[in-house]
């Protein structure tokens, strides 16, 4: 849908990332944690249940198949996935890659501490390192990646 727009709060805590067959990927501007963001772009839509069941189905392959490629990649602990939207009730969830000597562990990151934005050197390294894990995965409907570098990004 070329007239999709995440919420005014995703973009203003996120960095774009690529789009995927169903969400716009996006990368959480939190240092501490390897953190996605994917949201669906359709739109009105607050809840999974309010997506038919194929996208219902993407989402799940998308939100998985994702999580697990950064999570084998960054060599975390544990994958947290959750879709929350008590604060931003368009439909987003969160991917985040948990290590038992981060900051937050064993909790959840959601209100722990203050975020500390990537450098834009960091923030150029994480989304090369996520768009390489994409290249290898296979997210259905013949995706080709479009790198979003630049877009969002602090001056």
Not at 2 to 21: G, S
Not at 44 to 62: G, I
Not at 112 to 126: F, S, V
């Amino acid at each position: 849908m070329p007239d999709f727009e995440p919420d005014a709060r995703l973009v203003a805590d996120t960095y774009p990332i690529t789009e995927l067959p169903l969400c716009q990927l996006r990368l959480m501007d939190d240092a501490r944690f390897p953190w996605l963001v994917l949201v669906p772009r359709r739109h009105a839509v607050s809840e999974v249940f309010e997506l038919d069941e194929a996208d219902q189905r993407q989402l799940w392959r998308e939100a998985t198949t994702i999580g697990r490629a950064l999570l084998e990649a960054l060599a975390g602990d544990k994958l947290n996935i959750a879709s929350l939207g008590n604060v931003v009730a368009q439909l987003h969830v969160h991917a985040v890659v948990r290590r038992r000597e981060d900051a937050a562990w064993p909790a959840p990151v959601w209100g722990h501490g203050r975020a500390e934005p990537y450098d834009p050197d960091a923030l150029a390294a994480m989304r090369a390192r996520i768009l390489a894990e994409l290249e290898r995965l296979d997210l259905g409907s013949g995706h080709r990646w479009t790198d979003h570098q630049g877009a969002g990004d602090p001056d």
